[in-house]
């Protein structure tokens, strides 16, 4: 079985979120299970560095308005083709845009991904050619709009949804230029909201939908989560399956991780206080008995960092210290900044990205908070289990799939593996705090919960057992 994996974003050379953790861990998961996985990314200055010395399987004299190649390359670990597309791709800033702003050309930028996705699955002449295309959120879901419309409408495909808030949705005057048939530009094809849609396109083109957890499958089909696309993903029906993430347990394990001062198993908890204090440094935290809750996230209003924001005296006067590391807002980051001036040596904040630093948070605090608004999968939450540090979350997409609350009757069994709260408001966040630092009182639940956290399986054994049994089920189909 070979699948063409067709991703904005890869781990470990380009990442903006989750979909990079995703996409770079896949591969590695799916080839025990016999399913052969290479993944077209476009080229970006770090991809192409690392591409350097691959080899040139196709060119193009004119992709959306420059010269392109597709190079195959071997690059820390991955089958790679690169889209070498300089006119889109080469330039300095970030994935999607530069100085707050979106690039103006994203949406040529990532039909083309998609254009060559679609060429590259269907040119009979290739030595590699895949049964399946994989395509992952708004930049790569055009590429099963352009198989439906081109000359193998049949040609099974999947489109994974990590985030739905992302959907790719431009207006209908880009549509000419896409070099999509006319009947195209219709309510069941790519037409959007009087727009074009990606992702829309993508949903209603595919064989299958997946998306990252269960509930979240569930709840992106009613119209508080579906963001204006819960009438289609309620009409595609079965084809739409929750299938959680999975992480790489290489490269988060607590055994052996060089970012930690000091490394530990469930039975040698003692030694994450080696991390705690080194935590404690970093963020300038005063020594001392309170649990440290920590937040390591990008700081928006999906994350409920206004939540966070609002009640942040409120939260420290549970007694707990925080230990915050993000950016994102301006606004939130400053919120955040003025909450931690105002507590100097109980709370500390990193403004930045820094996944040393999250590795030691994860290995040094004792628990950390996920207030999300919605949360498709989420990563930080699967990270802290492995690491005995307790998540503390809102009940939301994949967050109440992966974590078991420590009420009562979980922890008289010894099933909890950390606390959920609902609604996602400021009394209800400040409760599950309190309930937290109660519990951190009683070392033995605590250190229960810490050690049942980390035998959960968060690895990626399950879930690309799914995506391989859904790969063979398309492809059966036919
Ligand atoms: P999302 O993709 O919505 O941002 P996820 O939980 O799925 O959320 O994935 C976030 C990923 O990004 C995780 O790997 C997390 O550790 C990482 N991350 C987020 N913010 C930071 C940060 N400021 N520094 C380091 N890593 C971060």
Redesign the pocket.
Known sequence: MKVLSVASEIQPLV?????A?VAGALPAALGPLGVEMRTLVPGYPAVMAAAKGGRKLRGYAALFGGRAAVIEAEAAGLSLLVLDAPHLFDRPGGLYGGNGADWPDNWRRFAALARVAADMATDASSAWQPDVVHAHDWQAALAPAYLRYGATPRFPTVVTI??LAFQGHFPASIFPELGLPPQAMSVDGVEYYGGVGFLKAGLQAAGAITTVSPTYAREIRTPAFGMGLDGLLTLRGESVVGIL?GIDVEAWNPVADAYLSASFSGRTLGARARNRKAVEERFGLEPGNEPIACI???LTW??GMDVLAGEFDRLLGTGLKLAI???GDRALEGALLAGAARHRGRAGIVV????E??HLMQGGCDAILLPSRF??????QL?ALRYGCVPVVARTGGLADTVIDANEAAVAAGVATGLMFSPDNGDALADACRRMVELYGDRKVWAAMQKQGMRADVSWSRSAARYADLYRSLVSKG
């Open positions: 990442k903006t979120g989750g979909l953790d990590h985030n993430n390591i996230s990008r999906q994350k590391l993000g950016s930045g990205y820094d996944e630093l999250a949360e498709p999968c989420g990563l930080t990270y």
